[in-house]
Antibody
C-alpha cells in the first residue's frame, strides 16, 4: 500500500520557522515529482511548491517564494518544506502529494500549521 | 499566474441527476487540466487528468472534456457518494487551482 504521512505542523508565532516532513512508503521508485499544497480553514486549495525526482528542479508559488524551501531526501523517502518568516496567512493544512509535474496522484492526510501570537 | 474560474461555486442536485461543472482558464492551457474531488476533512482525490483521462479506479460516471481555456467535468448520474467539493487545476505552467464547486444535496 502506498502511503504519504506528513508531520511537523503546529503552532508558531509570526516571523517564526517550521519544517514539515512527508514520509513515503510503498512506492517502488523515487522517480515522481512531489508537491506541497495547502488549504486555509474553510478555503480552497493552493499549490505551494514542487520538486522533481532528483531534487534539482524546484518551483514555488509567488506567495511563498523566498520564504519556503522544498527539498527531498530519496535515501529516506522523505519530502521536506522549510518555512521561514511565517505569516498569519500561511495558516493552513499542508498536504504533500506525489505524481507528475503538475498532478497529484497520491496525497497525504495533511498537517495543520497555525501561525498566531 | 494562470487564473482558474469555476462555476457554479455551489450546485444543489439530487441523486440520479446529471451534473456539469465548468472551469475556465485566463489563458490557453492546451489540455493540461485535472479535476479533484474533496470531502470534508479529507485529502483531495484525483479524478481526471489531461482534461479527459479517467484516473484508474474512478467510476465511469465521471468524465472530463475541453481544451484550450474551457473545460467541463460531468457526473452522468449523481450518486450519494458524489456529494463533495470539486476542484479543477491547471498545470500548463506552475499549477493553480480553481475556487471549487460544492455539490450539495437538493
Amino acid at each position: 500500500e502506498v502511503l504519504l504521512v506528513e508531520s511537523g505542523g503546529g503552532l508558531v508565532q509570526p516571523g517564526g520557522s517550521l519544517r514539515l516532513s512527508c514520509e513515503a512508503s510503498g512506492f517502488t521508485s523515487n522517480s515522481d515529482w512531489m508537491h506541497w499544497v495547502r488549504q486555509a480553514p474553510g478555503k480552497g486549495l493552493l499549490w505551494v511548491s514542487r520538486i522533481n525526482s532528483d531534487g534539482y528542479i524546484t518551483t514555488y508559488a509567488e506567495s511563498v517564494r523566498g520564504r519556503f524551501t522544498i527539498s527531498r531526501d530519496n535515501t529516506k523517502n522523505t519530502l521536506y518544506l522549510q518555512m521561514n518568516s511565517l505569516r498569519a496567512e500561511d495558516t493552513a493544512v499542508y498536504y504533500c502529494a506525489r505524481g507528475s509535474t503538475g498532478v497529484g496522484l497520491y496525497w497525504g492526510q495533511g498537517t495543520l500549521v497555525t501561525v498566531s501570537s | 499566474d494562470i487564473q482558474m474560474t469555476q462555476s457554479p461555486s455551489t450546485l444543489s442536485a439530487s441523486v440520479g441527476d446529471r451534473v456539469t461543472i465548468t472551469c475556465r482558464a485566463s489563458q490557453t492551457i492546451s489540455y493540461w487540466l485535472a479535476w479533484y474531488q474533496q470531502k470534508p476533512g479529507k485529502a483531495p482525490k484525483l479524478l481526471i487528468y489531461d482534461a479527459s483521462s479517467l484516473q484508474s479506479g474512478v467510476p465511469s460516471r465521471f468524465s472530463g472534456s475541453g481544451s484550450g481555456a474551457e473545460f467541463t467535468l460531468t457526473i452522468s448520474t449523481l450518486q450519494p457518494d458524489d456529494f463533495a467539493t470539486y476542484y479543477c487545476q491547471q498545470y500548463n505552467s506552475y499549477p493553480t487551482f480553481g475556487g471549487g464547486t460544492k455539490v450539495e444535496i437538493k
